[in-house]
């Protein structure tokens, strides 16, 4: 079973919000997921933007869950070393 590390949009229209989510990879956005990770909120203010578990996806990451390009990008963003 592979998984992924990808971002889950929970928002309205107009009014972006995305969960961090652990998926497998064979099941859409909107299948089960295996964990959730955190949020990930681009309208707000600066400190409030990104939340989430740091430890718990890079646990992920070194168990073979291959991260996306825009989480990728997020954890770079908090200062995760990948």
């Known amino acids: 079973m592979s998984v992924k590390i990808r971002l889950k949009r ?5 009014k972006p919000y995305y969960r961090i ?3 497998d990879s064979k099941t859409s956005g909107k299948g089960l997921r295996v ?3 955190g949020t990930y909120n ?5 400190n409030q933007v990104l ?3 740091k ?3 890079v646990e992920w990451i070194k168990k073979g869950a291959i991260a ?7 954890l770079k963003k908090a200062g995760v070393k990948v």
């Open 21 to 23: 989510v652990v998926l």
């Open 51 to 53: 939340n989430f578990k």
């Open 35 to 37: 964990e959730d990770l």
């Open 55 to 57: 430890e718990v996806a």
């Open 68 to 74: 996306t390009g825009a989480v990728l990008g997020l």
């Open 42 to 46: 681009p309208k707000a203010k600066e």
């Open 10 to 14: 929970i928002g309205s229209s107009k």
